[in-house]
Protein backbone atom coordinates (compact mmCIF):
# COMPACT_ATOMS: atom_id res chain seq x y z
CA UNK A 1 0.00 0.00 0.00
CA UNK A 2 2.56 2.37 0.62
CA UNK A 3 4.31 1.51 -2.62
CA UNK A 4 1.04 2.83 -4.41
CA UNK A 5 1.09 5.83 -2.50
CA UNK A 6 4.64 6.88 -2.94
CA UNK A 7 4.11 5.91 -7.00
CA UNK A 8 1.38 8.53 -7.16
CA UNK A 9 2.67 11.25 -4.72
CA UNK A 10 5.92 10.83 -7.11
CA UNK A 11 4.02 10.72 -10.27
CA UNK A 12 1.74 14.03 -9.20
CA UNK A 13 5.11 15.43 -7.84
CA UNK A 14 6.83 15.14 -10.98
CA UNK A 15 3.86 16.54 -13.37
CA UNK A 16 4.13 20.07 -14.41
CA UNK A 17 0.26 20.68 -12.97
CA UNK A 18 1.19 20.56 -9.31
CA UNK A 19 3.72 23.38 -10.16
CA UNK A 20 1.30 25.74 -10.69
CA UNK A 21 0.66 25.74 -6.90
CA UNK A 22 3.79 26.12 -5.71
CA UNK A 23 6.66 29.07 -6.51
CA UNK A 24 3.93 31.41 -7.84
CA UNK A 25 3.26 28.92 -10.39
CA UNK A 26 -0.42 31.08 -10.60
CA UNK A 27 1.52 33.18 -12.48
CA UNK A 28 2.06 31.35 -15.24
CA UNK A 29 -1.47 29.71 -15.47
CA UNK A 30 -2.32 33.48 -16.14
CA UNK A 31 -0.33 33.95 -18.77
CA UNK A 32 -1.14 30.76 -20.42
CA UNK A 33 -4.54 32.01 -20.75
CA UNK A 34 -3.23 34.95 -21.77
CA UNK A 35 -1.55 33.19 -24.88
CA UNK A 36 -4.98 31.17 -25.00
CA UNK A 37 -6.30 34.73 -25.60
CA UNK A 38 -3.96 36.17 -27.74
CA UNK A 39 -4.72 32.61 -29.73
CA UNK A 40 -8.53 33.23 -29.98
CA UNK A 41 -8.05 37.04 -31.26
CA UNK A 42 -5.35 36.27 -33.69
CA UNK A 43 -7.48 32.82 -35.04
CA UNK A 44 -10.96 34.52 -34.97
CA UNK A 45 -10.81 37.84 -34.49
CA UNK A 46 -7.59 37.83 -37.40
CA UNK A 47 -5.51 40.51 -35.45
CA UNK A 48 -2.39 40.51 -37.13
CA UNK A 49 -2.54 36.51 -37.01
CA UNK A 50 0.81 36.67 -38.57
CA UNK A 51 2.80 38.05 -35.26
CA UNK A 52 -0.40 37.11 -33.23
CA UNK A 53 0.19 33.44 -33.29
CA UNK A 54 3.87 32.61 -32.90
CA UNK A 55 3.87 35.10 -30.03
CA UNK A 56 0.72 33.46 -28.23
CA UNK A 57 2.92 30.24 -28.77
CA UNK A 58 5.98 31.01 -27.23
CA UNK A 59 4.31 32.62 -24.52
CA UNK A 60 2.17 29.76 -24.03
CA UNK A 61 5.25 27.19 -24.29
CA UNK A 62 7.89 29.35 -21.75
CA UNK A 63 4.84 28.95 -19.20
CA UNK A 64 4.48 25.60 -19.32
CA UNK A 65 5.60 24.41 -15.84
CA UNK A 66 9.08 22.21 -16.63
CA UNK A 67 9.38 23.17 -19.66
CA UNK A 68 10.03 26.79 -19.95
CA UNK A 69 13.96 26.31 -19.59
CA UNK A 70 14.24 23.25 -21.52
CA UNK A 71 12.82 25.46 -24.43
CA UNK A 72 14.25 28.92 -23.24
CA UNK A 73 16.82 29.61 -20.27
CA UNK A 74 18.72 32.60 -20.00
CA UNK A 75 22.05 32.37 -17.95
CA UNK A 76 23.70 35.67 -16.44
CA UNK A 77 27.15 36.15 -17.42
CA UNK A 78 29.16 38.47 -15.23
CA UNK A 79 32.07 40.13 -16.53
CA UNK A 80 35.55 40.99 -14.87
CA UNK A 81 34.43 41.99 -11.16
CA UNK A 82 37.34 44.06 -11.05
CA UNK A 83 35.86 46.29 -13.59
CA UNK A 84 33.69 48.98 -12.49
CA UNK A 85 32.01 49.68 -15.98
CA UNK A 86 31.28 45.87 -16.48
CA UNK A 87 27.60 45.24 -18.07
CA UNK A 88 26.19 42.24 -17.16
CA UNK A 89 24.97 39.77 -20.12
CA UNK A 90 23.20 36.52 -20.51
CA UNK A 91 24.27 33.25 -22.56
CA UNK A 92 20.79 31.63 -23.45
CA UNK A 93 20.13 28.15 -24.44
CA UNK A 94 17.11 25.67 -25.63
CA UNK A 95 15.77 25.47 -28.74
CA UNK A 96 13.90 28.80 -28.21
CA UNK A 97 17.07 30.56 -26.65
CA UNK A 98 19.48 29.46 -29.49
CA UNK A 99 17.31 31.44 -31.96
CA UNK A 100 17.17 34.35 -30.02
CA UNK A 101 20.53 35.16 -30.51
CA UNK A 102 19.06 36.67 -33.71
CA UNK A 103 17.64 38.84 -31.31
CA UNK A 104 20.03 39.78 -29.25
CA UNK A 105 22.61 40.43 -32.05
CA UNK A 106 19.83 42.44 -33.79
CA UNK A 107 19.25 40.47 -36.48
CA UNK A 108 15.89 39.62 -36.83
CA UNK A 109 14.77 43.81 -36.58
CA UNK A 110 16.88 44.39 -39.31
CA UNK A 111 16.22 41.46 -42.07
CA UNK A 112 12.25 42.75 -41.26
CA UNK A 113 13.50 45.81 -42.61
CA UNK A 114 14.95 44.83 -45.18
CA UNK A 115 11.48 42.97 -46.26
CA UNK A 116 9.73 45.94 -45.51
CA UNK A 117 11.79 47.80 -48.51
CA UNK A 118 11.53 44.89 -50.48
CA UNK A 119 7.34 45.43 -50.51
CA UNK A 120 7.22 48.96 -49.92
CA UNK A 121 6.54 51.64 -52.72
CA UNK A 122 8.08 54.88 -51.97
CA UNK A 123 6.17 56.09 -55.09
CA UNK A 124 3.30 57.87 -53.30
CA UNK A 125 6.24 60.09 -50.87
CA UNK A 126 8.51 60.94 -53.92
CA UNK A 127 5.10 62.35 -55.97
CA UNK A 128 4.00 64.43 -52.90
CA UNK A 129 7.25 64.85 -50.68
CA UNK A 130 5.07 67.24 -48.50
CA UNK A 131 3.44 64.33 -47.20
CA UNK A 132 6.98 63.50 -45.24
CA UNK A 133 6.04 66.04 -42.70
CA UNK A 134 2.85 64.49 -42.17
CA UNK A 135 4.89 61.13 -41.40
CA UNK A 136 7.03 63.46 -38.60
CA UNK A 137 4.43 65.04 -37.22
CA UNK A 138 3.00 61.42 -35.71
CA UNK A 139 6.86 60.77 -34.27
CA UNK A 140 5.69 63.55 -31.75
CA UNK A 141 4.28 60.67 -29.71
CA UNK A 142 6.96 59.11 -29.23
CA UNK A 143 8.81 61.97 -27.97
CA UNK A 144 5.92 62.78 -25.50
CA UNK A 145 5.48 59.48 -24.03
CA UNK A 146 9.09 59.56 -23.34
CA UNK A 147 8.53 62.72 -21.46
CA UNK A 148 6.07 60.92 -19.85
CA UNK A 149 7.41 57.95 -19.05
CA UNK A 150 10.57 59.58 -17.41
CA UNK A 151 7.69 61.65 -15.08
CA UNK A 152 6.98 58.25 -14.24
CA UNK A 153 9.92 57.01 -12.73
CA UNK A 154 11.32 54.70 -15.59
CA UNK A 155 14.83 55.81 -16.39
CA UNK A 156 15.65 57.27 -19.16
CA UNK A 157 16.82 54.35 -21.30
CA UNK A 158 13.57 52.81 -20.07
CA UNK A 159 11.23 56.07 -21.37
CA UNK A 160 13.02 55.51 -25.16
CA UNK A 161 12.34 52.07 -25.35
CA UNK A 162 8.85 52.62 -23.99
CA UNK A 163 8.15 55.95 -26.14
CA UNK A 164 9.31 53.91 -29.35
CA UNK A 165 5.86 52.09 -29.12
CA UNK A 166 4.31 55.87 -30.33
CA UNK A 167 5.87 54.81 -33.51
CA UNK A 168 3.67 51.49 -34.50
CA UNK A 169 6.67 49.23 -35.90
CA UNK A 170 7.55 46.31 -33.26
CA UNK A 171 11.03 45.99 -35.26
CA UNK A 172 12.20 49.04 -34.53
CA UNK A 173 10.64 48.64 -30.33
CA UNK A 174 12.53 45.42 -30.74
CA UNK A 175 15.81 46.91 -31.46
CA UNK A 176 16.07 50.13 -29.41
CA UNK A 177 14.40 47.85 -26.46
CA UNK A 178 17.15 45.21 -26.59
CA UNK A 179 19.77 47.69 -26.36
CA UNK A 180 18.39 49.90 -23.92
CA UNK A 181 16.25 48.03 -21.88
CA UNK A 182 16.38 44.48 -22.28
CA UNK A 183 14.23 43.37 -19.62
CA UNK A 184 11.43 45.61 -21.05
CA UNK A 185 11.66 43.60 -23.55
CA UNK A 186 8.35 40.83 -23.88
CA UNK A 187 6.16 43.78 -22.27
CA UNK A 188 7.23 46.49 -24.81
CA UNK A 189 7.50 43.94 -27.98
CA UNK A 190 4.05 42.88 -27.23
CA UNK A 191 2.38 45.94 -26.73
CA UNK A 192 3.70 47.11 -29.85
CA UNK A 193 2.86 44.51 -31.60
CA UNK A 194 -1.17 44.31 -30.20
CA UNK A 195 -1.48 48.01 -30.60
CA UNK A 196 -0.29 46.98 -34.58
CA UNK A 197 -3.33 44.51 -34.92
CA UNK A 198 -5.52 47.11 -33.23
CA UNK A 199 -5.08 50.13 -35.15
CA UNK A 200 -8.67 49.59 -36.47
CA UNK A 201 -10.48 50.32 -33.89
CA UNK A 202 -7.95 52.84 -32.23
CA UNK A 203 -7.34 55.24 -34.69
CA UNK A 204 -10.75 56.00 -36.55
CA UNK A 205 -12.24 57.54 -33.28
CA UNK A 206 -9.82 59.88 -33.25
CA UNK A 207 -9.12 60.79 -36.64
CA UNK A 208 -13.53 61.58 -36.20
CA UNK A 209 -13.22 63.91 -33.22
CA UNK A 210 -10.26 65.74 -34.66
CA UNK A 211 -12.27 66.48 -38.28
CA UNK A 212 -15.08 67.70 -40.07
CA UNK A 213 -17.42 65.56 -41.69
CA UNK A 214 -16.49 68.17 -44.75
CA UNK A 215 -13.08 67.91 -44.18
CA UNK A 216 -13.26 63.78 -44.28
CA UNK A 217 -14.53 63.95 -47.39
CA UNK A 218 -12.54 65.91 -49.18
CA UNK A 219 -11.03 64.25 -52.88
CA UNK A 220 -7.29 64.88 -53.16
CA UNK A 221 -5.85 65.36 -56.95
CA UNK A 222 -4.43 61.83 -58.74
CA UNK A 223 -0.73 61.42 -57.65
CA UNK A 224 2.02 62.21 -60.66
CA UNK A 225 3.05 59.38 -61.96
CA UNK A 226 6.89 58.24 -60.67
CA UNK A 227 10.08 57.85 -62.79
CA UNK A 228 12.20 54.29 -62.49
CA UNK A 229 15.07 57.35 -62.19
CA UNK A 230 13.68 58.42 -59.06
CA UNK A 231 12.86 55.28 -57.24
CA UNK A 232 15.97 54.21 -57.98
CA UNK A 233 17.59 57.14 -56.21
CA UNK A 234 15.24 57.78 -53.86
CA UNK A 235 16.80 55.13 -51.43
CA UNK A 236 20.66 55.66 -52.56
CA UNK A 237 19.77 59.56 -51.85
CA UNK A 238 18.11 59.01 -48.27
CA UNK A 239 20.41 56.26 -47.15
CA UNK A 240 22.83 58.17 -47.26
CA UNK A 241 21.72 61.82 -46.02
CA UNK A 242 19.87 60.08 -43.30
CA UNK A 243 22.79 58.15 -41.46
CA UNK A 244 25.46 60.85 -42.39
CA UNK A 245 22.73 62.65 -39.71
CA UNK A 246 21.84 60.01 -37.35
CA UNK A 247 24.38 57.52 -37.67
CA UNK A 248 22.70 55.20 -34.88
CA UNK A 249 19.69 54.28 -37.60
CA UNK A 250 21.72 53.02 -40.06
CA UNK A 251 21.11 49.20 -39.16
CA UNK A 252 17.48 50.17 -39.62
CA UNK A 253 17.52 52.47 -42.39
CA UNK A 254 20.22 50.86 -44.24
CA UNK A 255 18.17 47.52 -44.53
CA UNK A 256 14.96 49.55 -45.22
CA UNK A 257 16.54 51.06 -48.02
CA UNK A 258 18.25 48.11 -49.46
CA UNK A 259 15.59 46.40 -49.59
CA UNK A 260 13.58 48.93 -51.28
CA UNK A 261 16.72 49.14 -53.93
CA UNK A 262 16.84 45.58 -54.71
CA UNK A 263 13.50 45.93 -55.52
CA UNK A 264 13.03 49.13 -57.52
CA UNK A 265 16.30 48.07 -59.70
CA UNK A 266 14.26 45.70 -61.20
CA UNK A 267 17.31 43.01 -62.02
CA UNK A 268 16.92 40.75 -59.57
CA UNK A 269 13.17 39.28 -59.37
CA UNK A 270 14.46 36.58 -58.02
CA UNK A 271 15.92 37.99 -54.72
CA UNK A 272 12.92 40.60 -54.43
CA UNK A 273 10.35 37.65 -54.48
CA UNK A 274 12.55 35.77 -51.30
CA UNK A 275 12.50 39.02 -49.08
CA UNK A 276 8.76 39.68 -50.08
CA UNK A 277 7.93 36.69 -49.41
CA UNK A 278 9.29 33.34 -47.57
CA UNK A 279 12.24 35.46 -45.62
CA UNK A 280 9.47 37.79 -44.42
CA UNK A 281 7.52 34.89 -43.03
CA UNK A 282 10.11 33.17 -41.51
CA UNK A 283 11.96 35.96 -39.51
CA UNK A 284 8.06 36.63 -38.97
CA UNK A 285 7.84 33.40 -37.10
CA UNK A 286 11.18 33.59 -35.52
CA UNK A 287 10.85 36.62 -33.98
CA UNK A 288 7.44 36.74 -32.98
CA UNK A 289 8.32 32.91 -31.16
CA UNK A 290 11.45 34.61 -29.64
CA UNK A 291 9.48 37.69 -27.97
CA UNK A 292 6.49 35.21 -26.57
CA UNK A 293 9.14 33.39 -25.28
CA UNK A 294 10.53 36.54 -22.90
CA UNK A 295 6.89 36.76 -21.50
CA UNK A 296 7.20 34.17 -18.74
CA UNK A 297 4.94 34.72 -15.10
CA UNK A 298 7.95 35.41 -13.22
CA UNK A 299 8.50 38.89 -15.89
CA UNK A 300 5.65 40.05 -17.11
CA UNK A 301 3.44 39.97 -14.29
CA UNK A 302 4.69 43.01 -12.61
CA UNK A 303 2.97 46.70 -12.29
CA UNK A 304 5.45 48.05 -14.84
CA UNK A 305 3.70 45.56 -17.00
CA UNK A 306 0.62 47.43 -17.10
CA UNK A 307 2.24 50.92 -16.89
CA UNK A 308 4.21 50.09 -20.19
CA UNK A 309 0.77 49.06 -21.80
CA UNK A 310 -1.06 52.51 -20.39
CA UNK A 311 1.87 54.53 -22.14
CA UNK A 312 1.89 52.91 -25.06
CA UNK A 313 -2.24 53.19 -25.96
CA UNK A 314 -1.20 56.63 -25.01
CA UNK A 315 2.06 57.37 -27.49
CA UNK A 316 -0.30 55.56 -30.27
CA UNK A 317 -3.28 57.88 -29.66
CA UNK A 318 -0.50 61.24 -29.43
CA UNK A 319 1.02 59.90 -32.79
CA UNK A 320 -1.91 59.84 -34.72
CA UNK A 321 -3.30 62.87 -33.41
CA UNK A 322 -0.77 64.90 -34.04
CA UNK A 323 -0.46 63.16 -37.34
CA UNK A 324 -4.29 64.49 -38.30
CA UNK A 325 -3.62 68.21 -36.88
CA UNK A 326 -0.34 68.33 -39.28
CA UNK A 327 -2.87 67.16 -41.85
CA UNK A 328 -5.63 69.77 -41.21
CA UNK A 329 -2.62 72.27 -41.04
CA UNK A 330 -1.70 71.19 -44.79
CA UNK A 331 -5.14 71.39 -45.39
CA UNK A 332 -5.81 75.00 -44.38
CA UNK A 333 -2.29 75.67 -46.31
CA UNK A 334 -3.28 74.23 -49.33
CA UNK A 335 -6.92 76.03 -49.73
CA UNK A 336 -8.22 72.43 -48.80
CA UNK A 337 -6.57 70.46 -51.38
CA UNK A 338 -5.03 67.86 -48.73
CA UNK A 339 -7.47 65.53 -46.72
CA UNK A 340 -6.39 65.62 -42.93
CA UNK A 341 -7.07 62.62 -42.31
CA UNK A 342 -3.49 61.24 -44.30
CA UNK A 343 -1.95 62.47 -41.67
CA UNK A 344 -2.96 59.66 -38.99
CA UNK A 345 -0.90 57.05 -41.84
CA UNK A 346 1.94 58.97 -40.48
CA UNK A 347 2.37 55.99 -37.96
CA UNK A 348 4.25 53.13 -39.52
CA UNK A 349 2.05 50.46 -39.22
CA UNK A 350 2.38 49.79 -43.02
CA UNK A 351 0.16 49.06 -44.79
CA UNK A 352 -2.63 49.25 -42.16
CA UNK A 353 -2.74 52.79 -40.80
CA UNK A 354 -3.19 53.30 -44.95
CA UNK A 355 -6.00 51.24 -45.11
CA UNK A 356 -7.79 52.71 -42.27
CA UNK A 357 -7.70 56.20 -43.37
CA UNK A 358 -9.01 54.82 -46.85
CA UNK A 359 -12.24 53.56 -45.18
CA UNK A 360 -12.85 56.13 -43.28
CA UNK A 361 -12.55 58.94 -45.90
CA UNK A 362 -14.68 56.20 -48.27
CA UNK A 363 -17.04 56.35 -45.06
CA UNK A 364 -18.01 59.77 -45.86
CA UNK A 365 -18.02 59.37 -49.31
CA UNK A 366 -17.68 55.96 -51.16
CA UNK A 367 -16.60 57.52 -54.36
CA UNK A 368 -13.35 59.20 -52.25
CA UNK A 369 -9.96 56.86 -52.19
CA UNK A 370 -7.12 57.67 -50.30
CA UNK A 371 -4.77 55.25 -50.02
CA UNK A 372 -3.16 55.89 -52.51
CA UNK A 373 -2.23 59.57 -50.86
CA UNK A 374 -1.90 57.91 -47.01
CA UNK A 375 1.10 55.85 -48.26
CA UNK A 376 3.28 58.69 -48.87
CA UNK A 377 2.36 59.41 -44.51
CA UNK A 378 2.33 56.10 -44.11
CA UNK A 379 6.09 55.01 -45.51
CA UNK A 380 7.40 58.44 -43.78
CA UNK A 381 6.36 57.15 -40.95
CA UNK A 382 8.28 54.00 -41.04
CA UNK A 383 11.85 56.67 -42.14
CA UNK A 384 10.56 58.46 -39.01
CA UNK A 385 10.19 55.84 -36.62
CA UNK A 386 13.76 54.60 -37.51
CA UNK A 387 14.84 57.89 -37.27
CA UNK A 388 13.40 58.32 -33.49
CA UNK A 389 15.17 55.31 -32.32
CA UNK A 390 18.58 56.16 -33.99
CA UNK A 391 18.11 59.47 -31.62
CA UNK A 392 17.59 57.59 -28.91
CA UNK A 393 20.03 55.18 -29.27
CA UNK A 394 22.61 58.44 -30.06
CA UNK A 395 21.58 59.53 -26.60
CA UNK A 396 21.67 56.51 -24.48
CA UNK A 397 25.07 57.67 -22.74
CA UNK A 398 23.10 60.57 -21.47
CA UNK A 399 19.81 59.59 -20.84
Not at 68 to 90: C, M
Not at 223 to 230: G, H, W
Not at 243 to 257: K, Q
Not at 343 to 370: H, I, Y
Request: net charge positive; charged share 15%.
Amino acid sequence: MDFVIDFFKNLWESTGIRQFFVDGGWRNLIMILIAFVLIFLAIKKKFEPYLLLPIAFGMLLVNLPGVGKILFNKIEIHGDASDPNRVTDYSYQGLIGYLYYGIKYEIYPCLIFLCIGATTDFGPLIANKKTMLLGAAAQIGIFITFLGALALGFSGREAAAIGIIGGADGPTAILVTKKLAEGLLAPISIAAYSYMALVPVIQPPIMKLLTTKKERAIKMEQLRPVSKREKILFPIIVATVTILIVPSCAPLIGCLMLGNLIKESGVVPKITDALANSLMYIVTILIGLCVGATANGETFLDPKTLMIFALGIIAFSIATAFGVLAGKVMCVATKGKVNPLIGAAGVSAVPMAARVVNKVGRDEDPSNFLLMHAMGPNVAGVIGSAVAAGIFLMLAGII
